[in-house]
C-alpha cells in the first residue's frame, strides 16, 4: 500500500482551520477494538478518541505494512511522540489527530500477543 | 452436615515479571527471558468449611520474577509455610494405584474501586498478595505491581471475579531463591486457610495468555468424604478420570502428620483428574459436589451468574466446588514490568 499518514498533528492543526475534523471513536474492551473497521475522508484532519477500558496496557499504531513490520521487531520503549502511535495505559483516554491519504490502513496494538489476540482494525481513507 | 473435600492443583495462570523498562513493540520478551517455571503443584483440603491448600512453586532456572494470579473461593485466614512431604505423598499414592491398575489411564466510566490488599506474607523467595476486588481493579493492582497481564486476562479475570472476587497473587523472585541456595527444582510449600462454602476448581484460567492450538496440561486431585460428583464430566474436552477410589488409610495417615495436615479424616475418596486440553478447550471449571446434589453449571462456568446474585451469595448453592488444583503449566507467559509512559495528546 502507498504512502502511509500524509500529515500528523502540526499539519493536521493547520488544515483544521479550514476543515472541520472528523471525530471517531475506538474503544478497547476485552483487548479488542470496537469498531474493528473504520472509514474516513482523506485529506480531512481525523481525531481519534481512544478509551482503553482494560485494566492492562495497550496501545494504538496505526500505518502502513512497513510501519508494522518496524513495530513487530521494534524495541522502543514508550511510545508518545508521535500521533500514530499511542500508548494506553490502564483504564485511560486519550485523543489524537490525524490526517490520511487515501489508501487503506491498519491499526494494531502491538504488545506480546496481542495482535495475534485479534487487536487489529483496518482504517480506510477515501479520496 | 460434615463434609470434606480436598483438591490438589496446580498453579493458574503464571507471569514472568521483570523490573526492567521493556520495550514497547512487539517481539520483546522481559530480559530474564530464558526462566521457566517447573510442574507445581497444590493440594488443597476442604473439611467441616475450611479448605486448605498446599501448594508448592518451583523454577528451573533464570533470574528475575515469576509471577501468579490464582482465584480463590474466599478469603483466607492464614498463608503460611506448608509441610514438607504432603504434595510428594499424594502424588506418590495417585502412581502407585496408576501402576496396579494397569488401565487407561460498556465504555469506561470512572475506574472501579481499587483492590483490597487483605493480606501479604512472604515465604522464603515468594511474595504472597491476597486481594479482594472485580476484575477491573484487580487486573489494575497487578498490572501497578509489575505483571503484565496477557491478552485474555481482563476477560478472564472477569470471569472468576463475577463467581468469586478473592485472588491471590503471587510472586517468585528467583533471584531471592538462588541467595536462598535453593536449587532448580527445588519447590517452596504454601499453606492457604480458607474458610469457604464453595471450594472451586479453576480451570480456565490454565489457558490464560495461551495461543488457542497451545496444549495445556494438569493434575487435579479431589480427596472428599464420599465419591464426588464432577461437572463437567472428566471424560471429554480434554478431561480424563485417573483415579478415583477410596483414599488409602496410609495416605491420609501420611498427609495428616505432615505440619498444618492433622485435619485430614479418617476416610476420604481420593480422584484424580488429568488436564490435556488445547487452550480454547478450557473454557470451563470444574464444579464438584461431596454431598449427592448435582454440580451447577453456572460453577463449573458453563453459564454466567445471573446478575441479581452477588457473587459472595453463591455459599447457597447445593454444590461444592473444590479448590483450586492444577498441575503443570505446559508453558508460561512472559512479563516485562513497563515503565510509566505518556503520550503527547
Not at chain 1, 479550514?18 to 473504520?38: C, D, L, M, N, W
Request: proline share 8%; charged share 15%.
Amino acid at each position: 500500500m502507498a504512502l502511509a499518514l500524509a500529515a500528523f498533528a502540526a499539519s493536521a492543526c493547520a488544515s483544521a482551520q479550514a476543515a472541520t475534523p472528523t471525530q471517531v471513536g475506538i474503544r478497547i474492551h476485552y483487548s479488542r477494538f470496537e469498531p474493528t473497521t473504520i472509514e474516513v475522508p482523506a485529506g480531512v484532519p481525523i481525531t481519534f478518541t481512544i478509551v482503553n477500558d482494560d485494566p492492562i496496557d495497550h496501545e494504538w499504531l496505526i500505518g502502513d505494512t512497513s510501519f508494522h513490520d518496524r513495530h513487530r521487531t521494534g524495541t522502543e520503549p514508550v511510545h508518545g511522540d508521535r500521533p500514530d502511535e499511542v500508548s494506553l495505559p490502564p483504564m485511560s483516554i486519550k485523543r489524537t489527530t490525524l490526517t490520511f491519504a487515501p489508501g487503506t490502513y491498519t491499526y494494531i496494538c502491538h504488545f506480546p500477543g496481542h495482535e495475534a489476540y485479534g487487536m487489529v482494525g483496518v482504517l480506510v481513507a477515501k479520496g | 452436615m460434615r463434609r470434606f473435600i480436598a483438591g490438589a492443583t496446580a498453579l493458574v495462570a503464571a507471569f514472568v515479571v521483570s523490573t526492567q523498562p521493556a520495550a514497547a513493540c512487539a517481539g520483546l520478551i522481559g530480559p530474564n527471558g530464558a526462566v521457566n517455571l517447573l510442574r507445581t503443584t497444590t493440594f488443597a483440603g476442604y473439611h467441616d468449611g475450611i479448605e486448605h491448600y498446599v501448594t508448592a512453586f518451583k523454577f528451573q532456572g533464570g533470574s528475575g520474577q515469576f509471577g501468579s494470579l490464582v482465584p480463590l473461593p474466599g478469603v483466607p485466614t492464614s498463608v503460611e509455610k506448608g509441610g514438607d512431604w504432603t504434595l510428594q505423598r499424594l502424588i506418590r499414592e495417585t502412581e502407585i494405584a496408576k501402576f496396579s491398575v494397569r488401565g487407561p489411564v460498556p465504555l469506561a466510566q470512572g475506574a472501579a474501586a481499587d483492590a483490597v490488599v487483605l493480606m501479604q506474607v512472604k515465604i522464603d523467595a515468594l511474595d504472597i498478595t491476597v486481594l479482594s476486588g472485580g476484575g477491573e481493579s484487580v487486573g489494575r493492582w497487578a498490572t501497578e505491581h509489575g505483571f503484565r497481564l496477557p491478552p485474555d486476562a481482563p476477560e478472564v479475570l472477569d470471569f472468576y471475579a463475577a463467581r468469586s472476587p478473592i485472588f491471590m497473587a503471587a510472586i517468585f523472585d528467583a533471584d531471592a531463591a538462588k541467595a536462598k541456595g535453593q536449587q532448580v527444582g527445588d519447590g517452596t510449600p504454601v499453606h492457604i486457610t480458607i474458610p469457604t462454602a464453595n471450594p472451586w476448581v479453576p480451570l480456565r484460567i490454565l489457558a490464560t495468555g495461551k495461543n488457542a492450538s497451545a496444549r495445556v496440561e494438569a493434575d487435579v486431585y479431589l480427596l472428599t468424604d464420599r465419591k464426588p460428583l464432577l461437572m463437567p464430566a472428566p471424560f471429554a474436552n480434554g478431561m480424563q478420570l485417573e483415579h478415583s477410589a477410596t483414599a488409602s488409610a496410609s495416605l491420609l495417615s501420611d498427609l495428616r502428620s505432615d505440619k498444618g495436615m492433622d485435619w485430614v479424616p479418617e476416610m476420604a475418596w481420593l480422584t484424580k483428574i488429568g488436564i490435556n486440553a488445547a487452550a480454547s478447550q478450557l473454557t470451563y471449571d470444574l464444579a464438584v459436589s461431596a454431598n449427592g446434589t448435582l454440580p451447577s453449571r453456572v460453577a463449573a462456568g458453563l453459564e454466567a451468574p445471573t446478575p441479581t446474585t452477588p457473587a459472595s451469595d453463591r455459599s447457597s448453592q447445593p454444590l461444592a466446588l473444590v479448590g483450586i488444583a492444577v498441575l503443570g503449566l505446559g508453558a508460561l507467559l512472559l512479563i516485562g514490568r513497563f515503565a510509566p509512559r505518556t503520550i503527547a495528546p
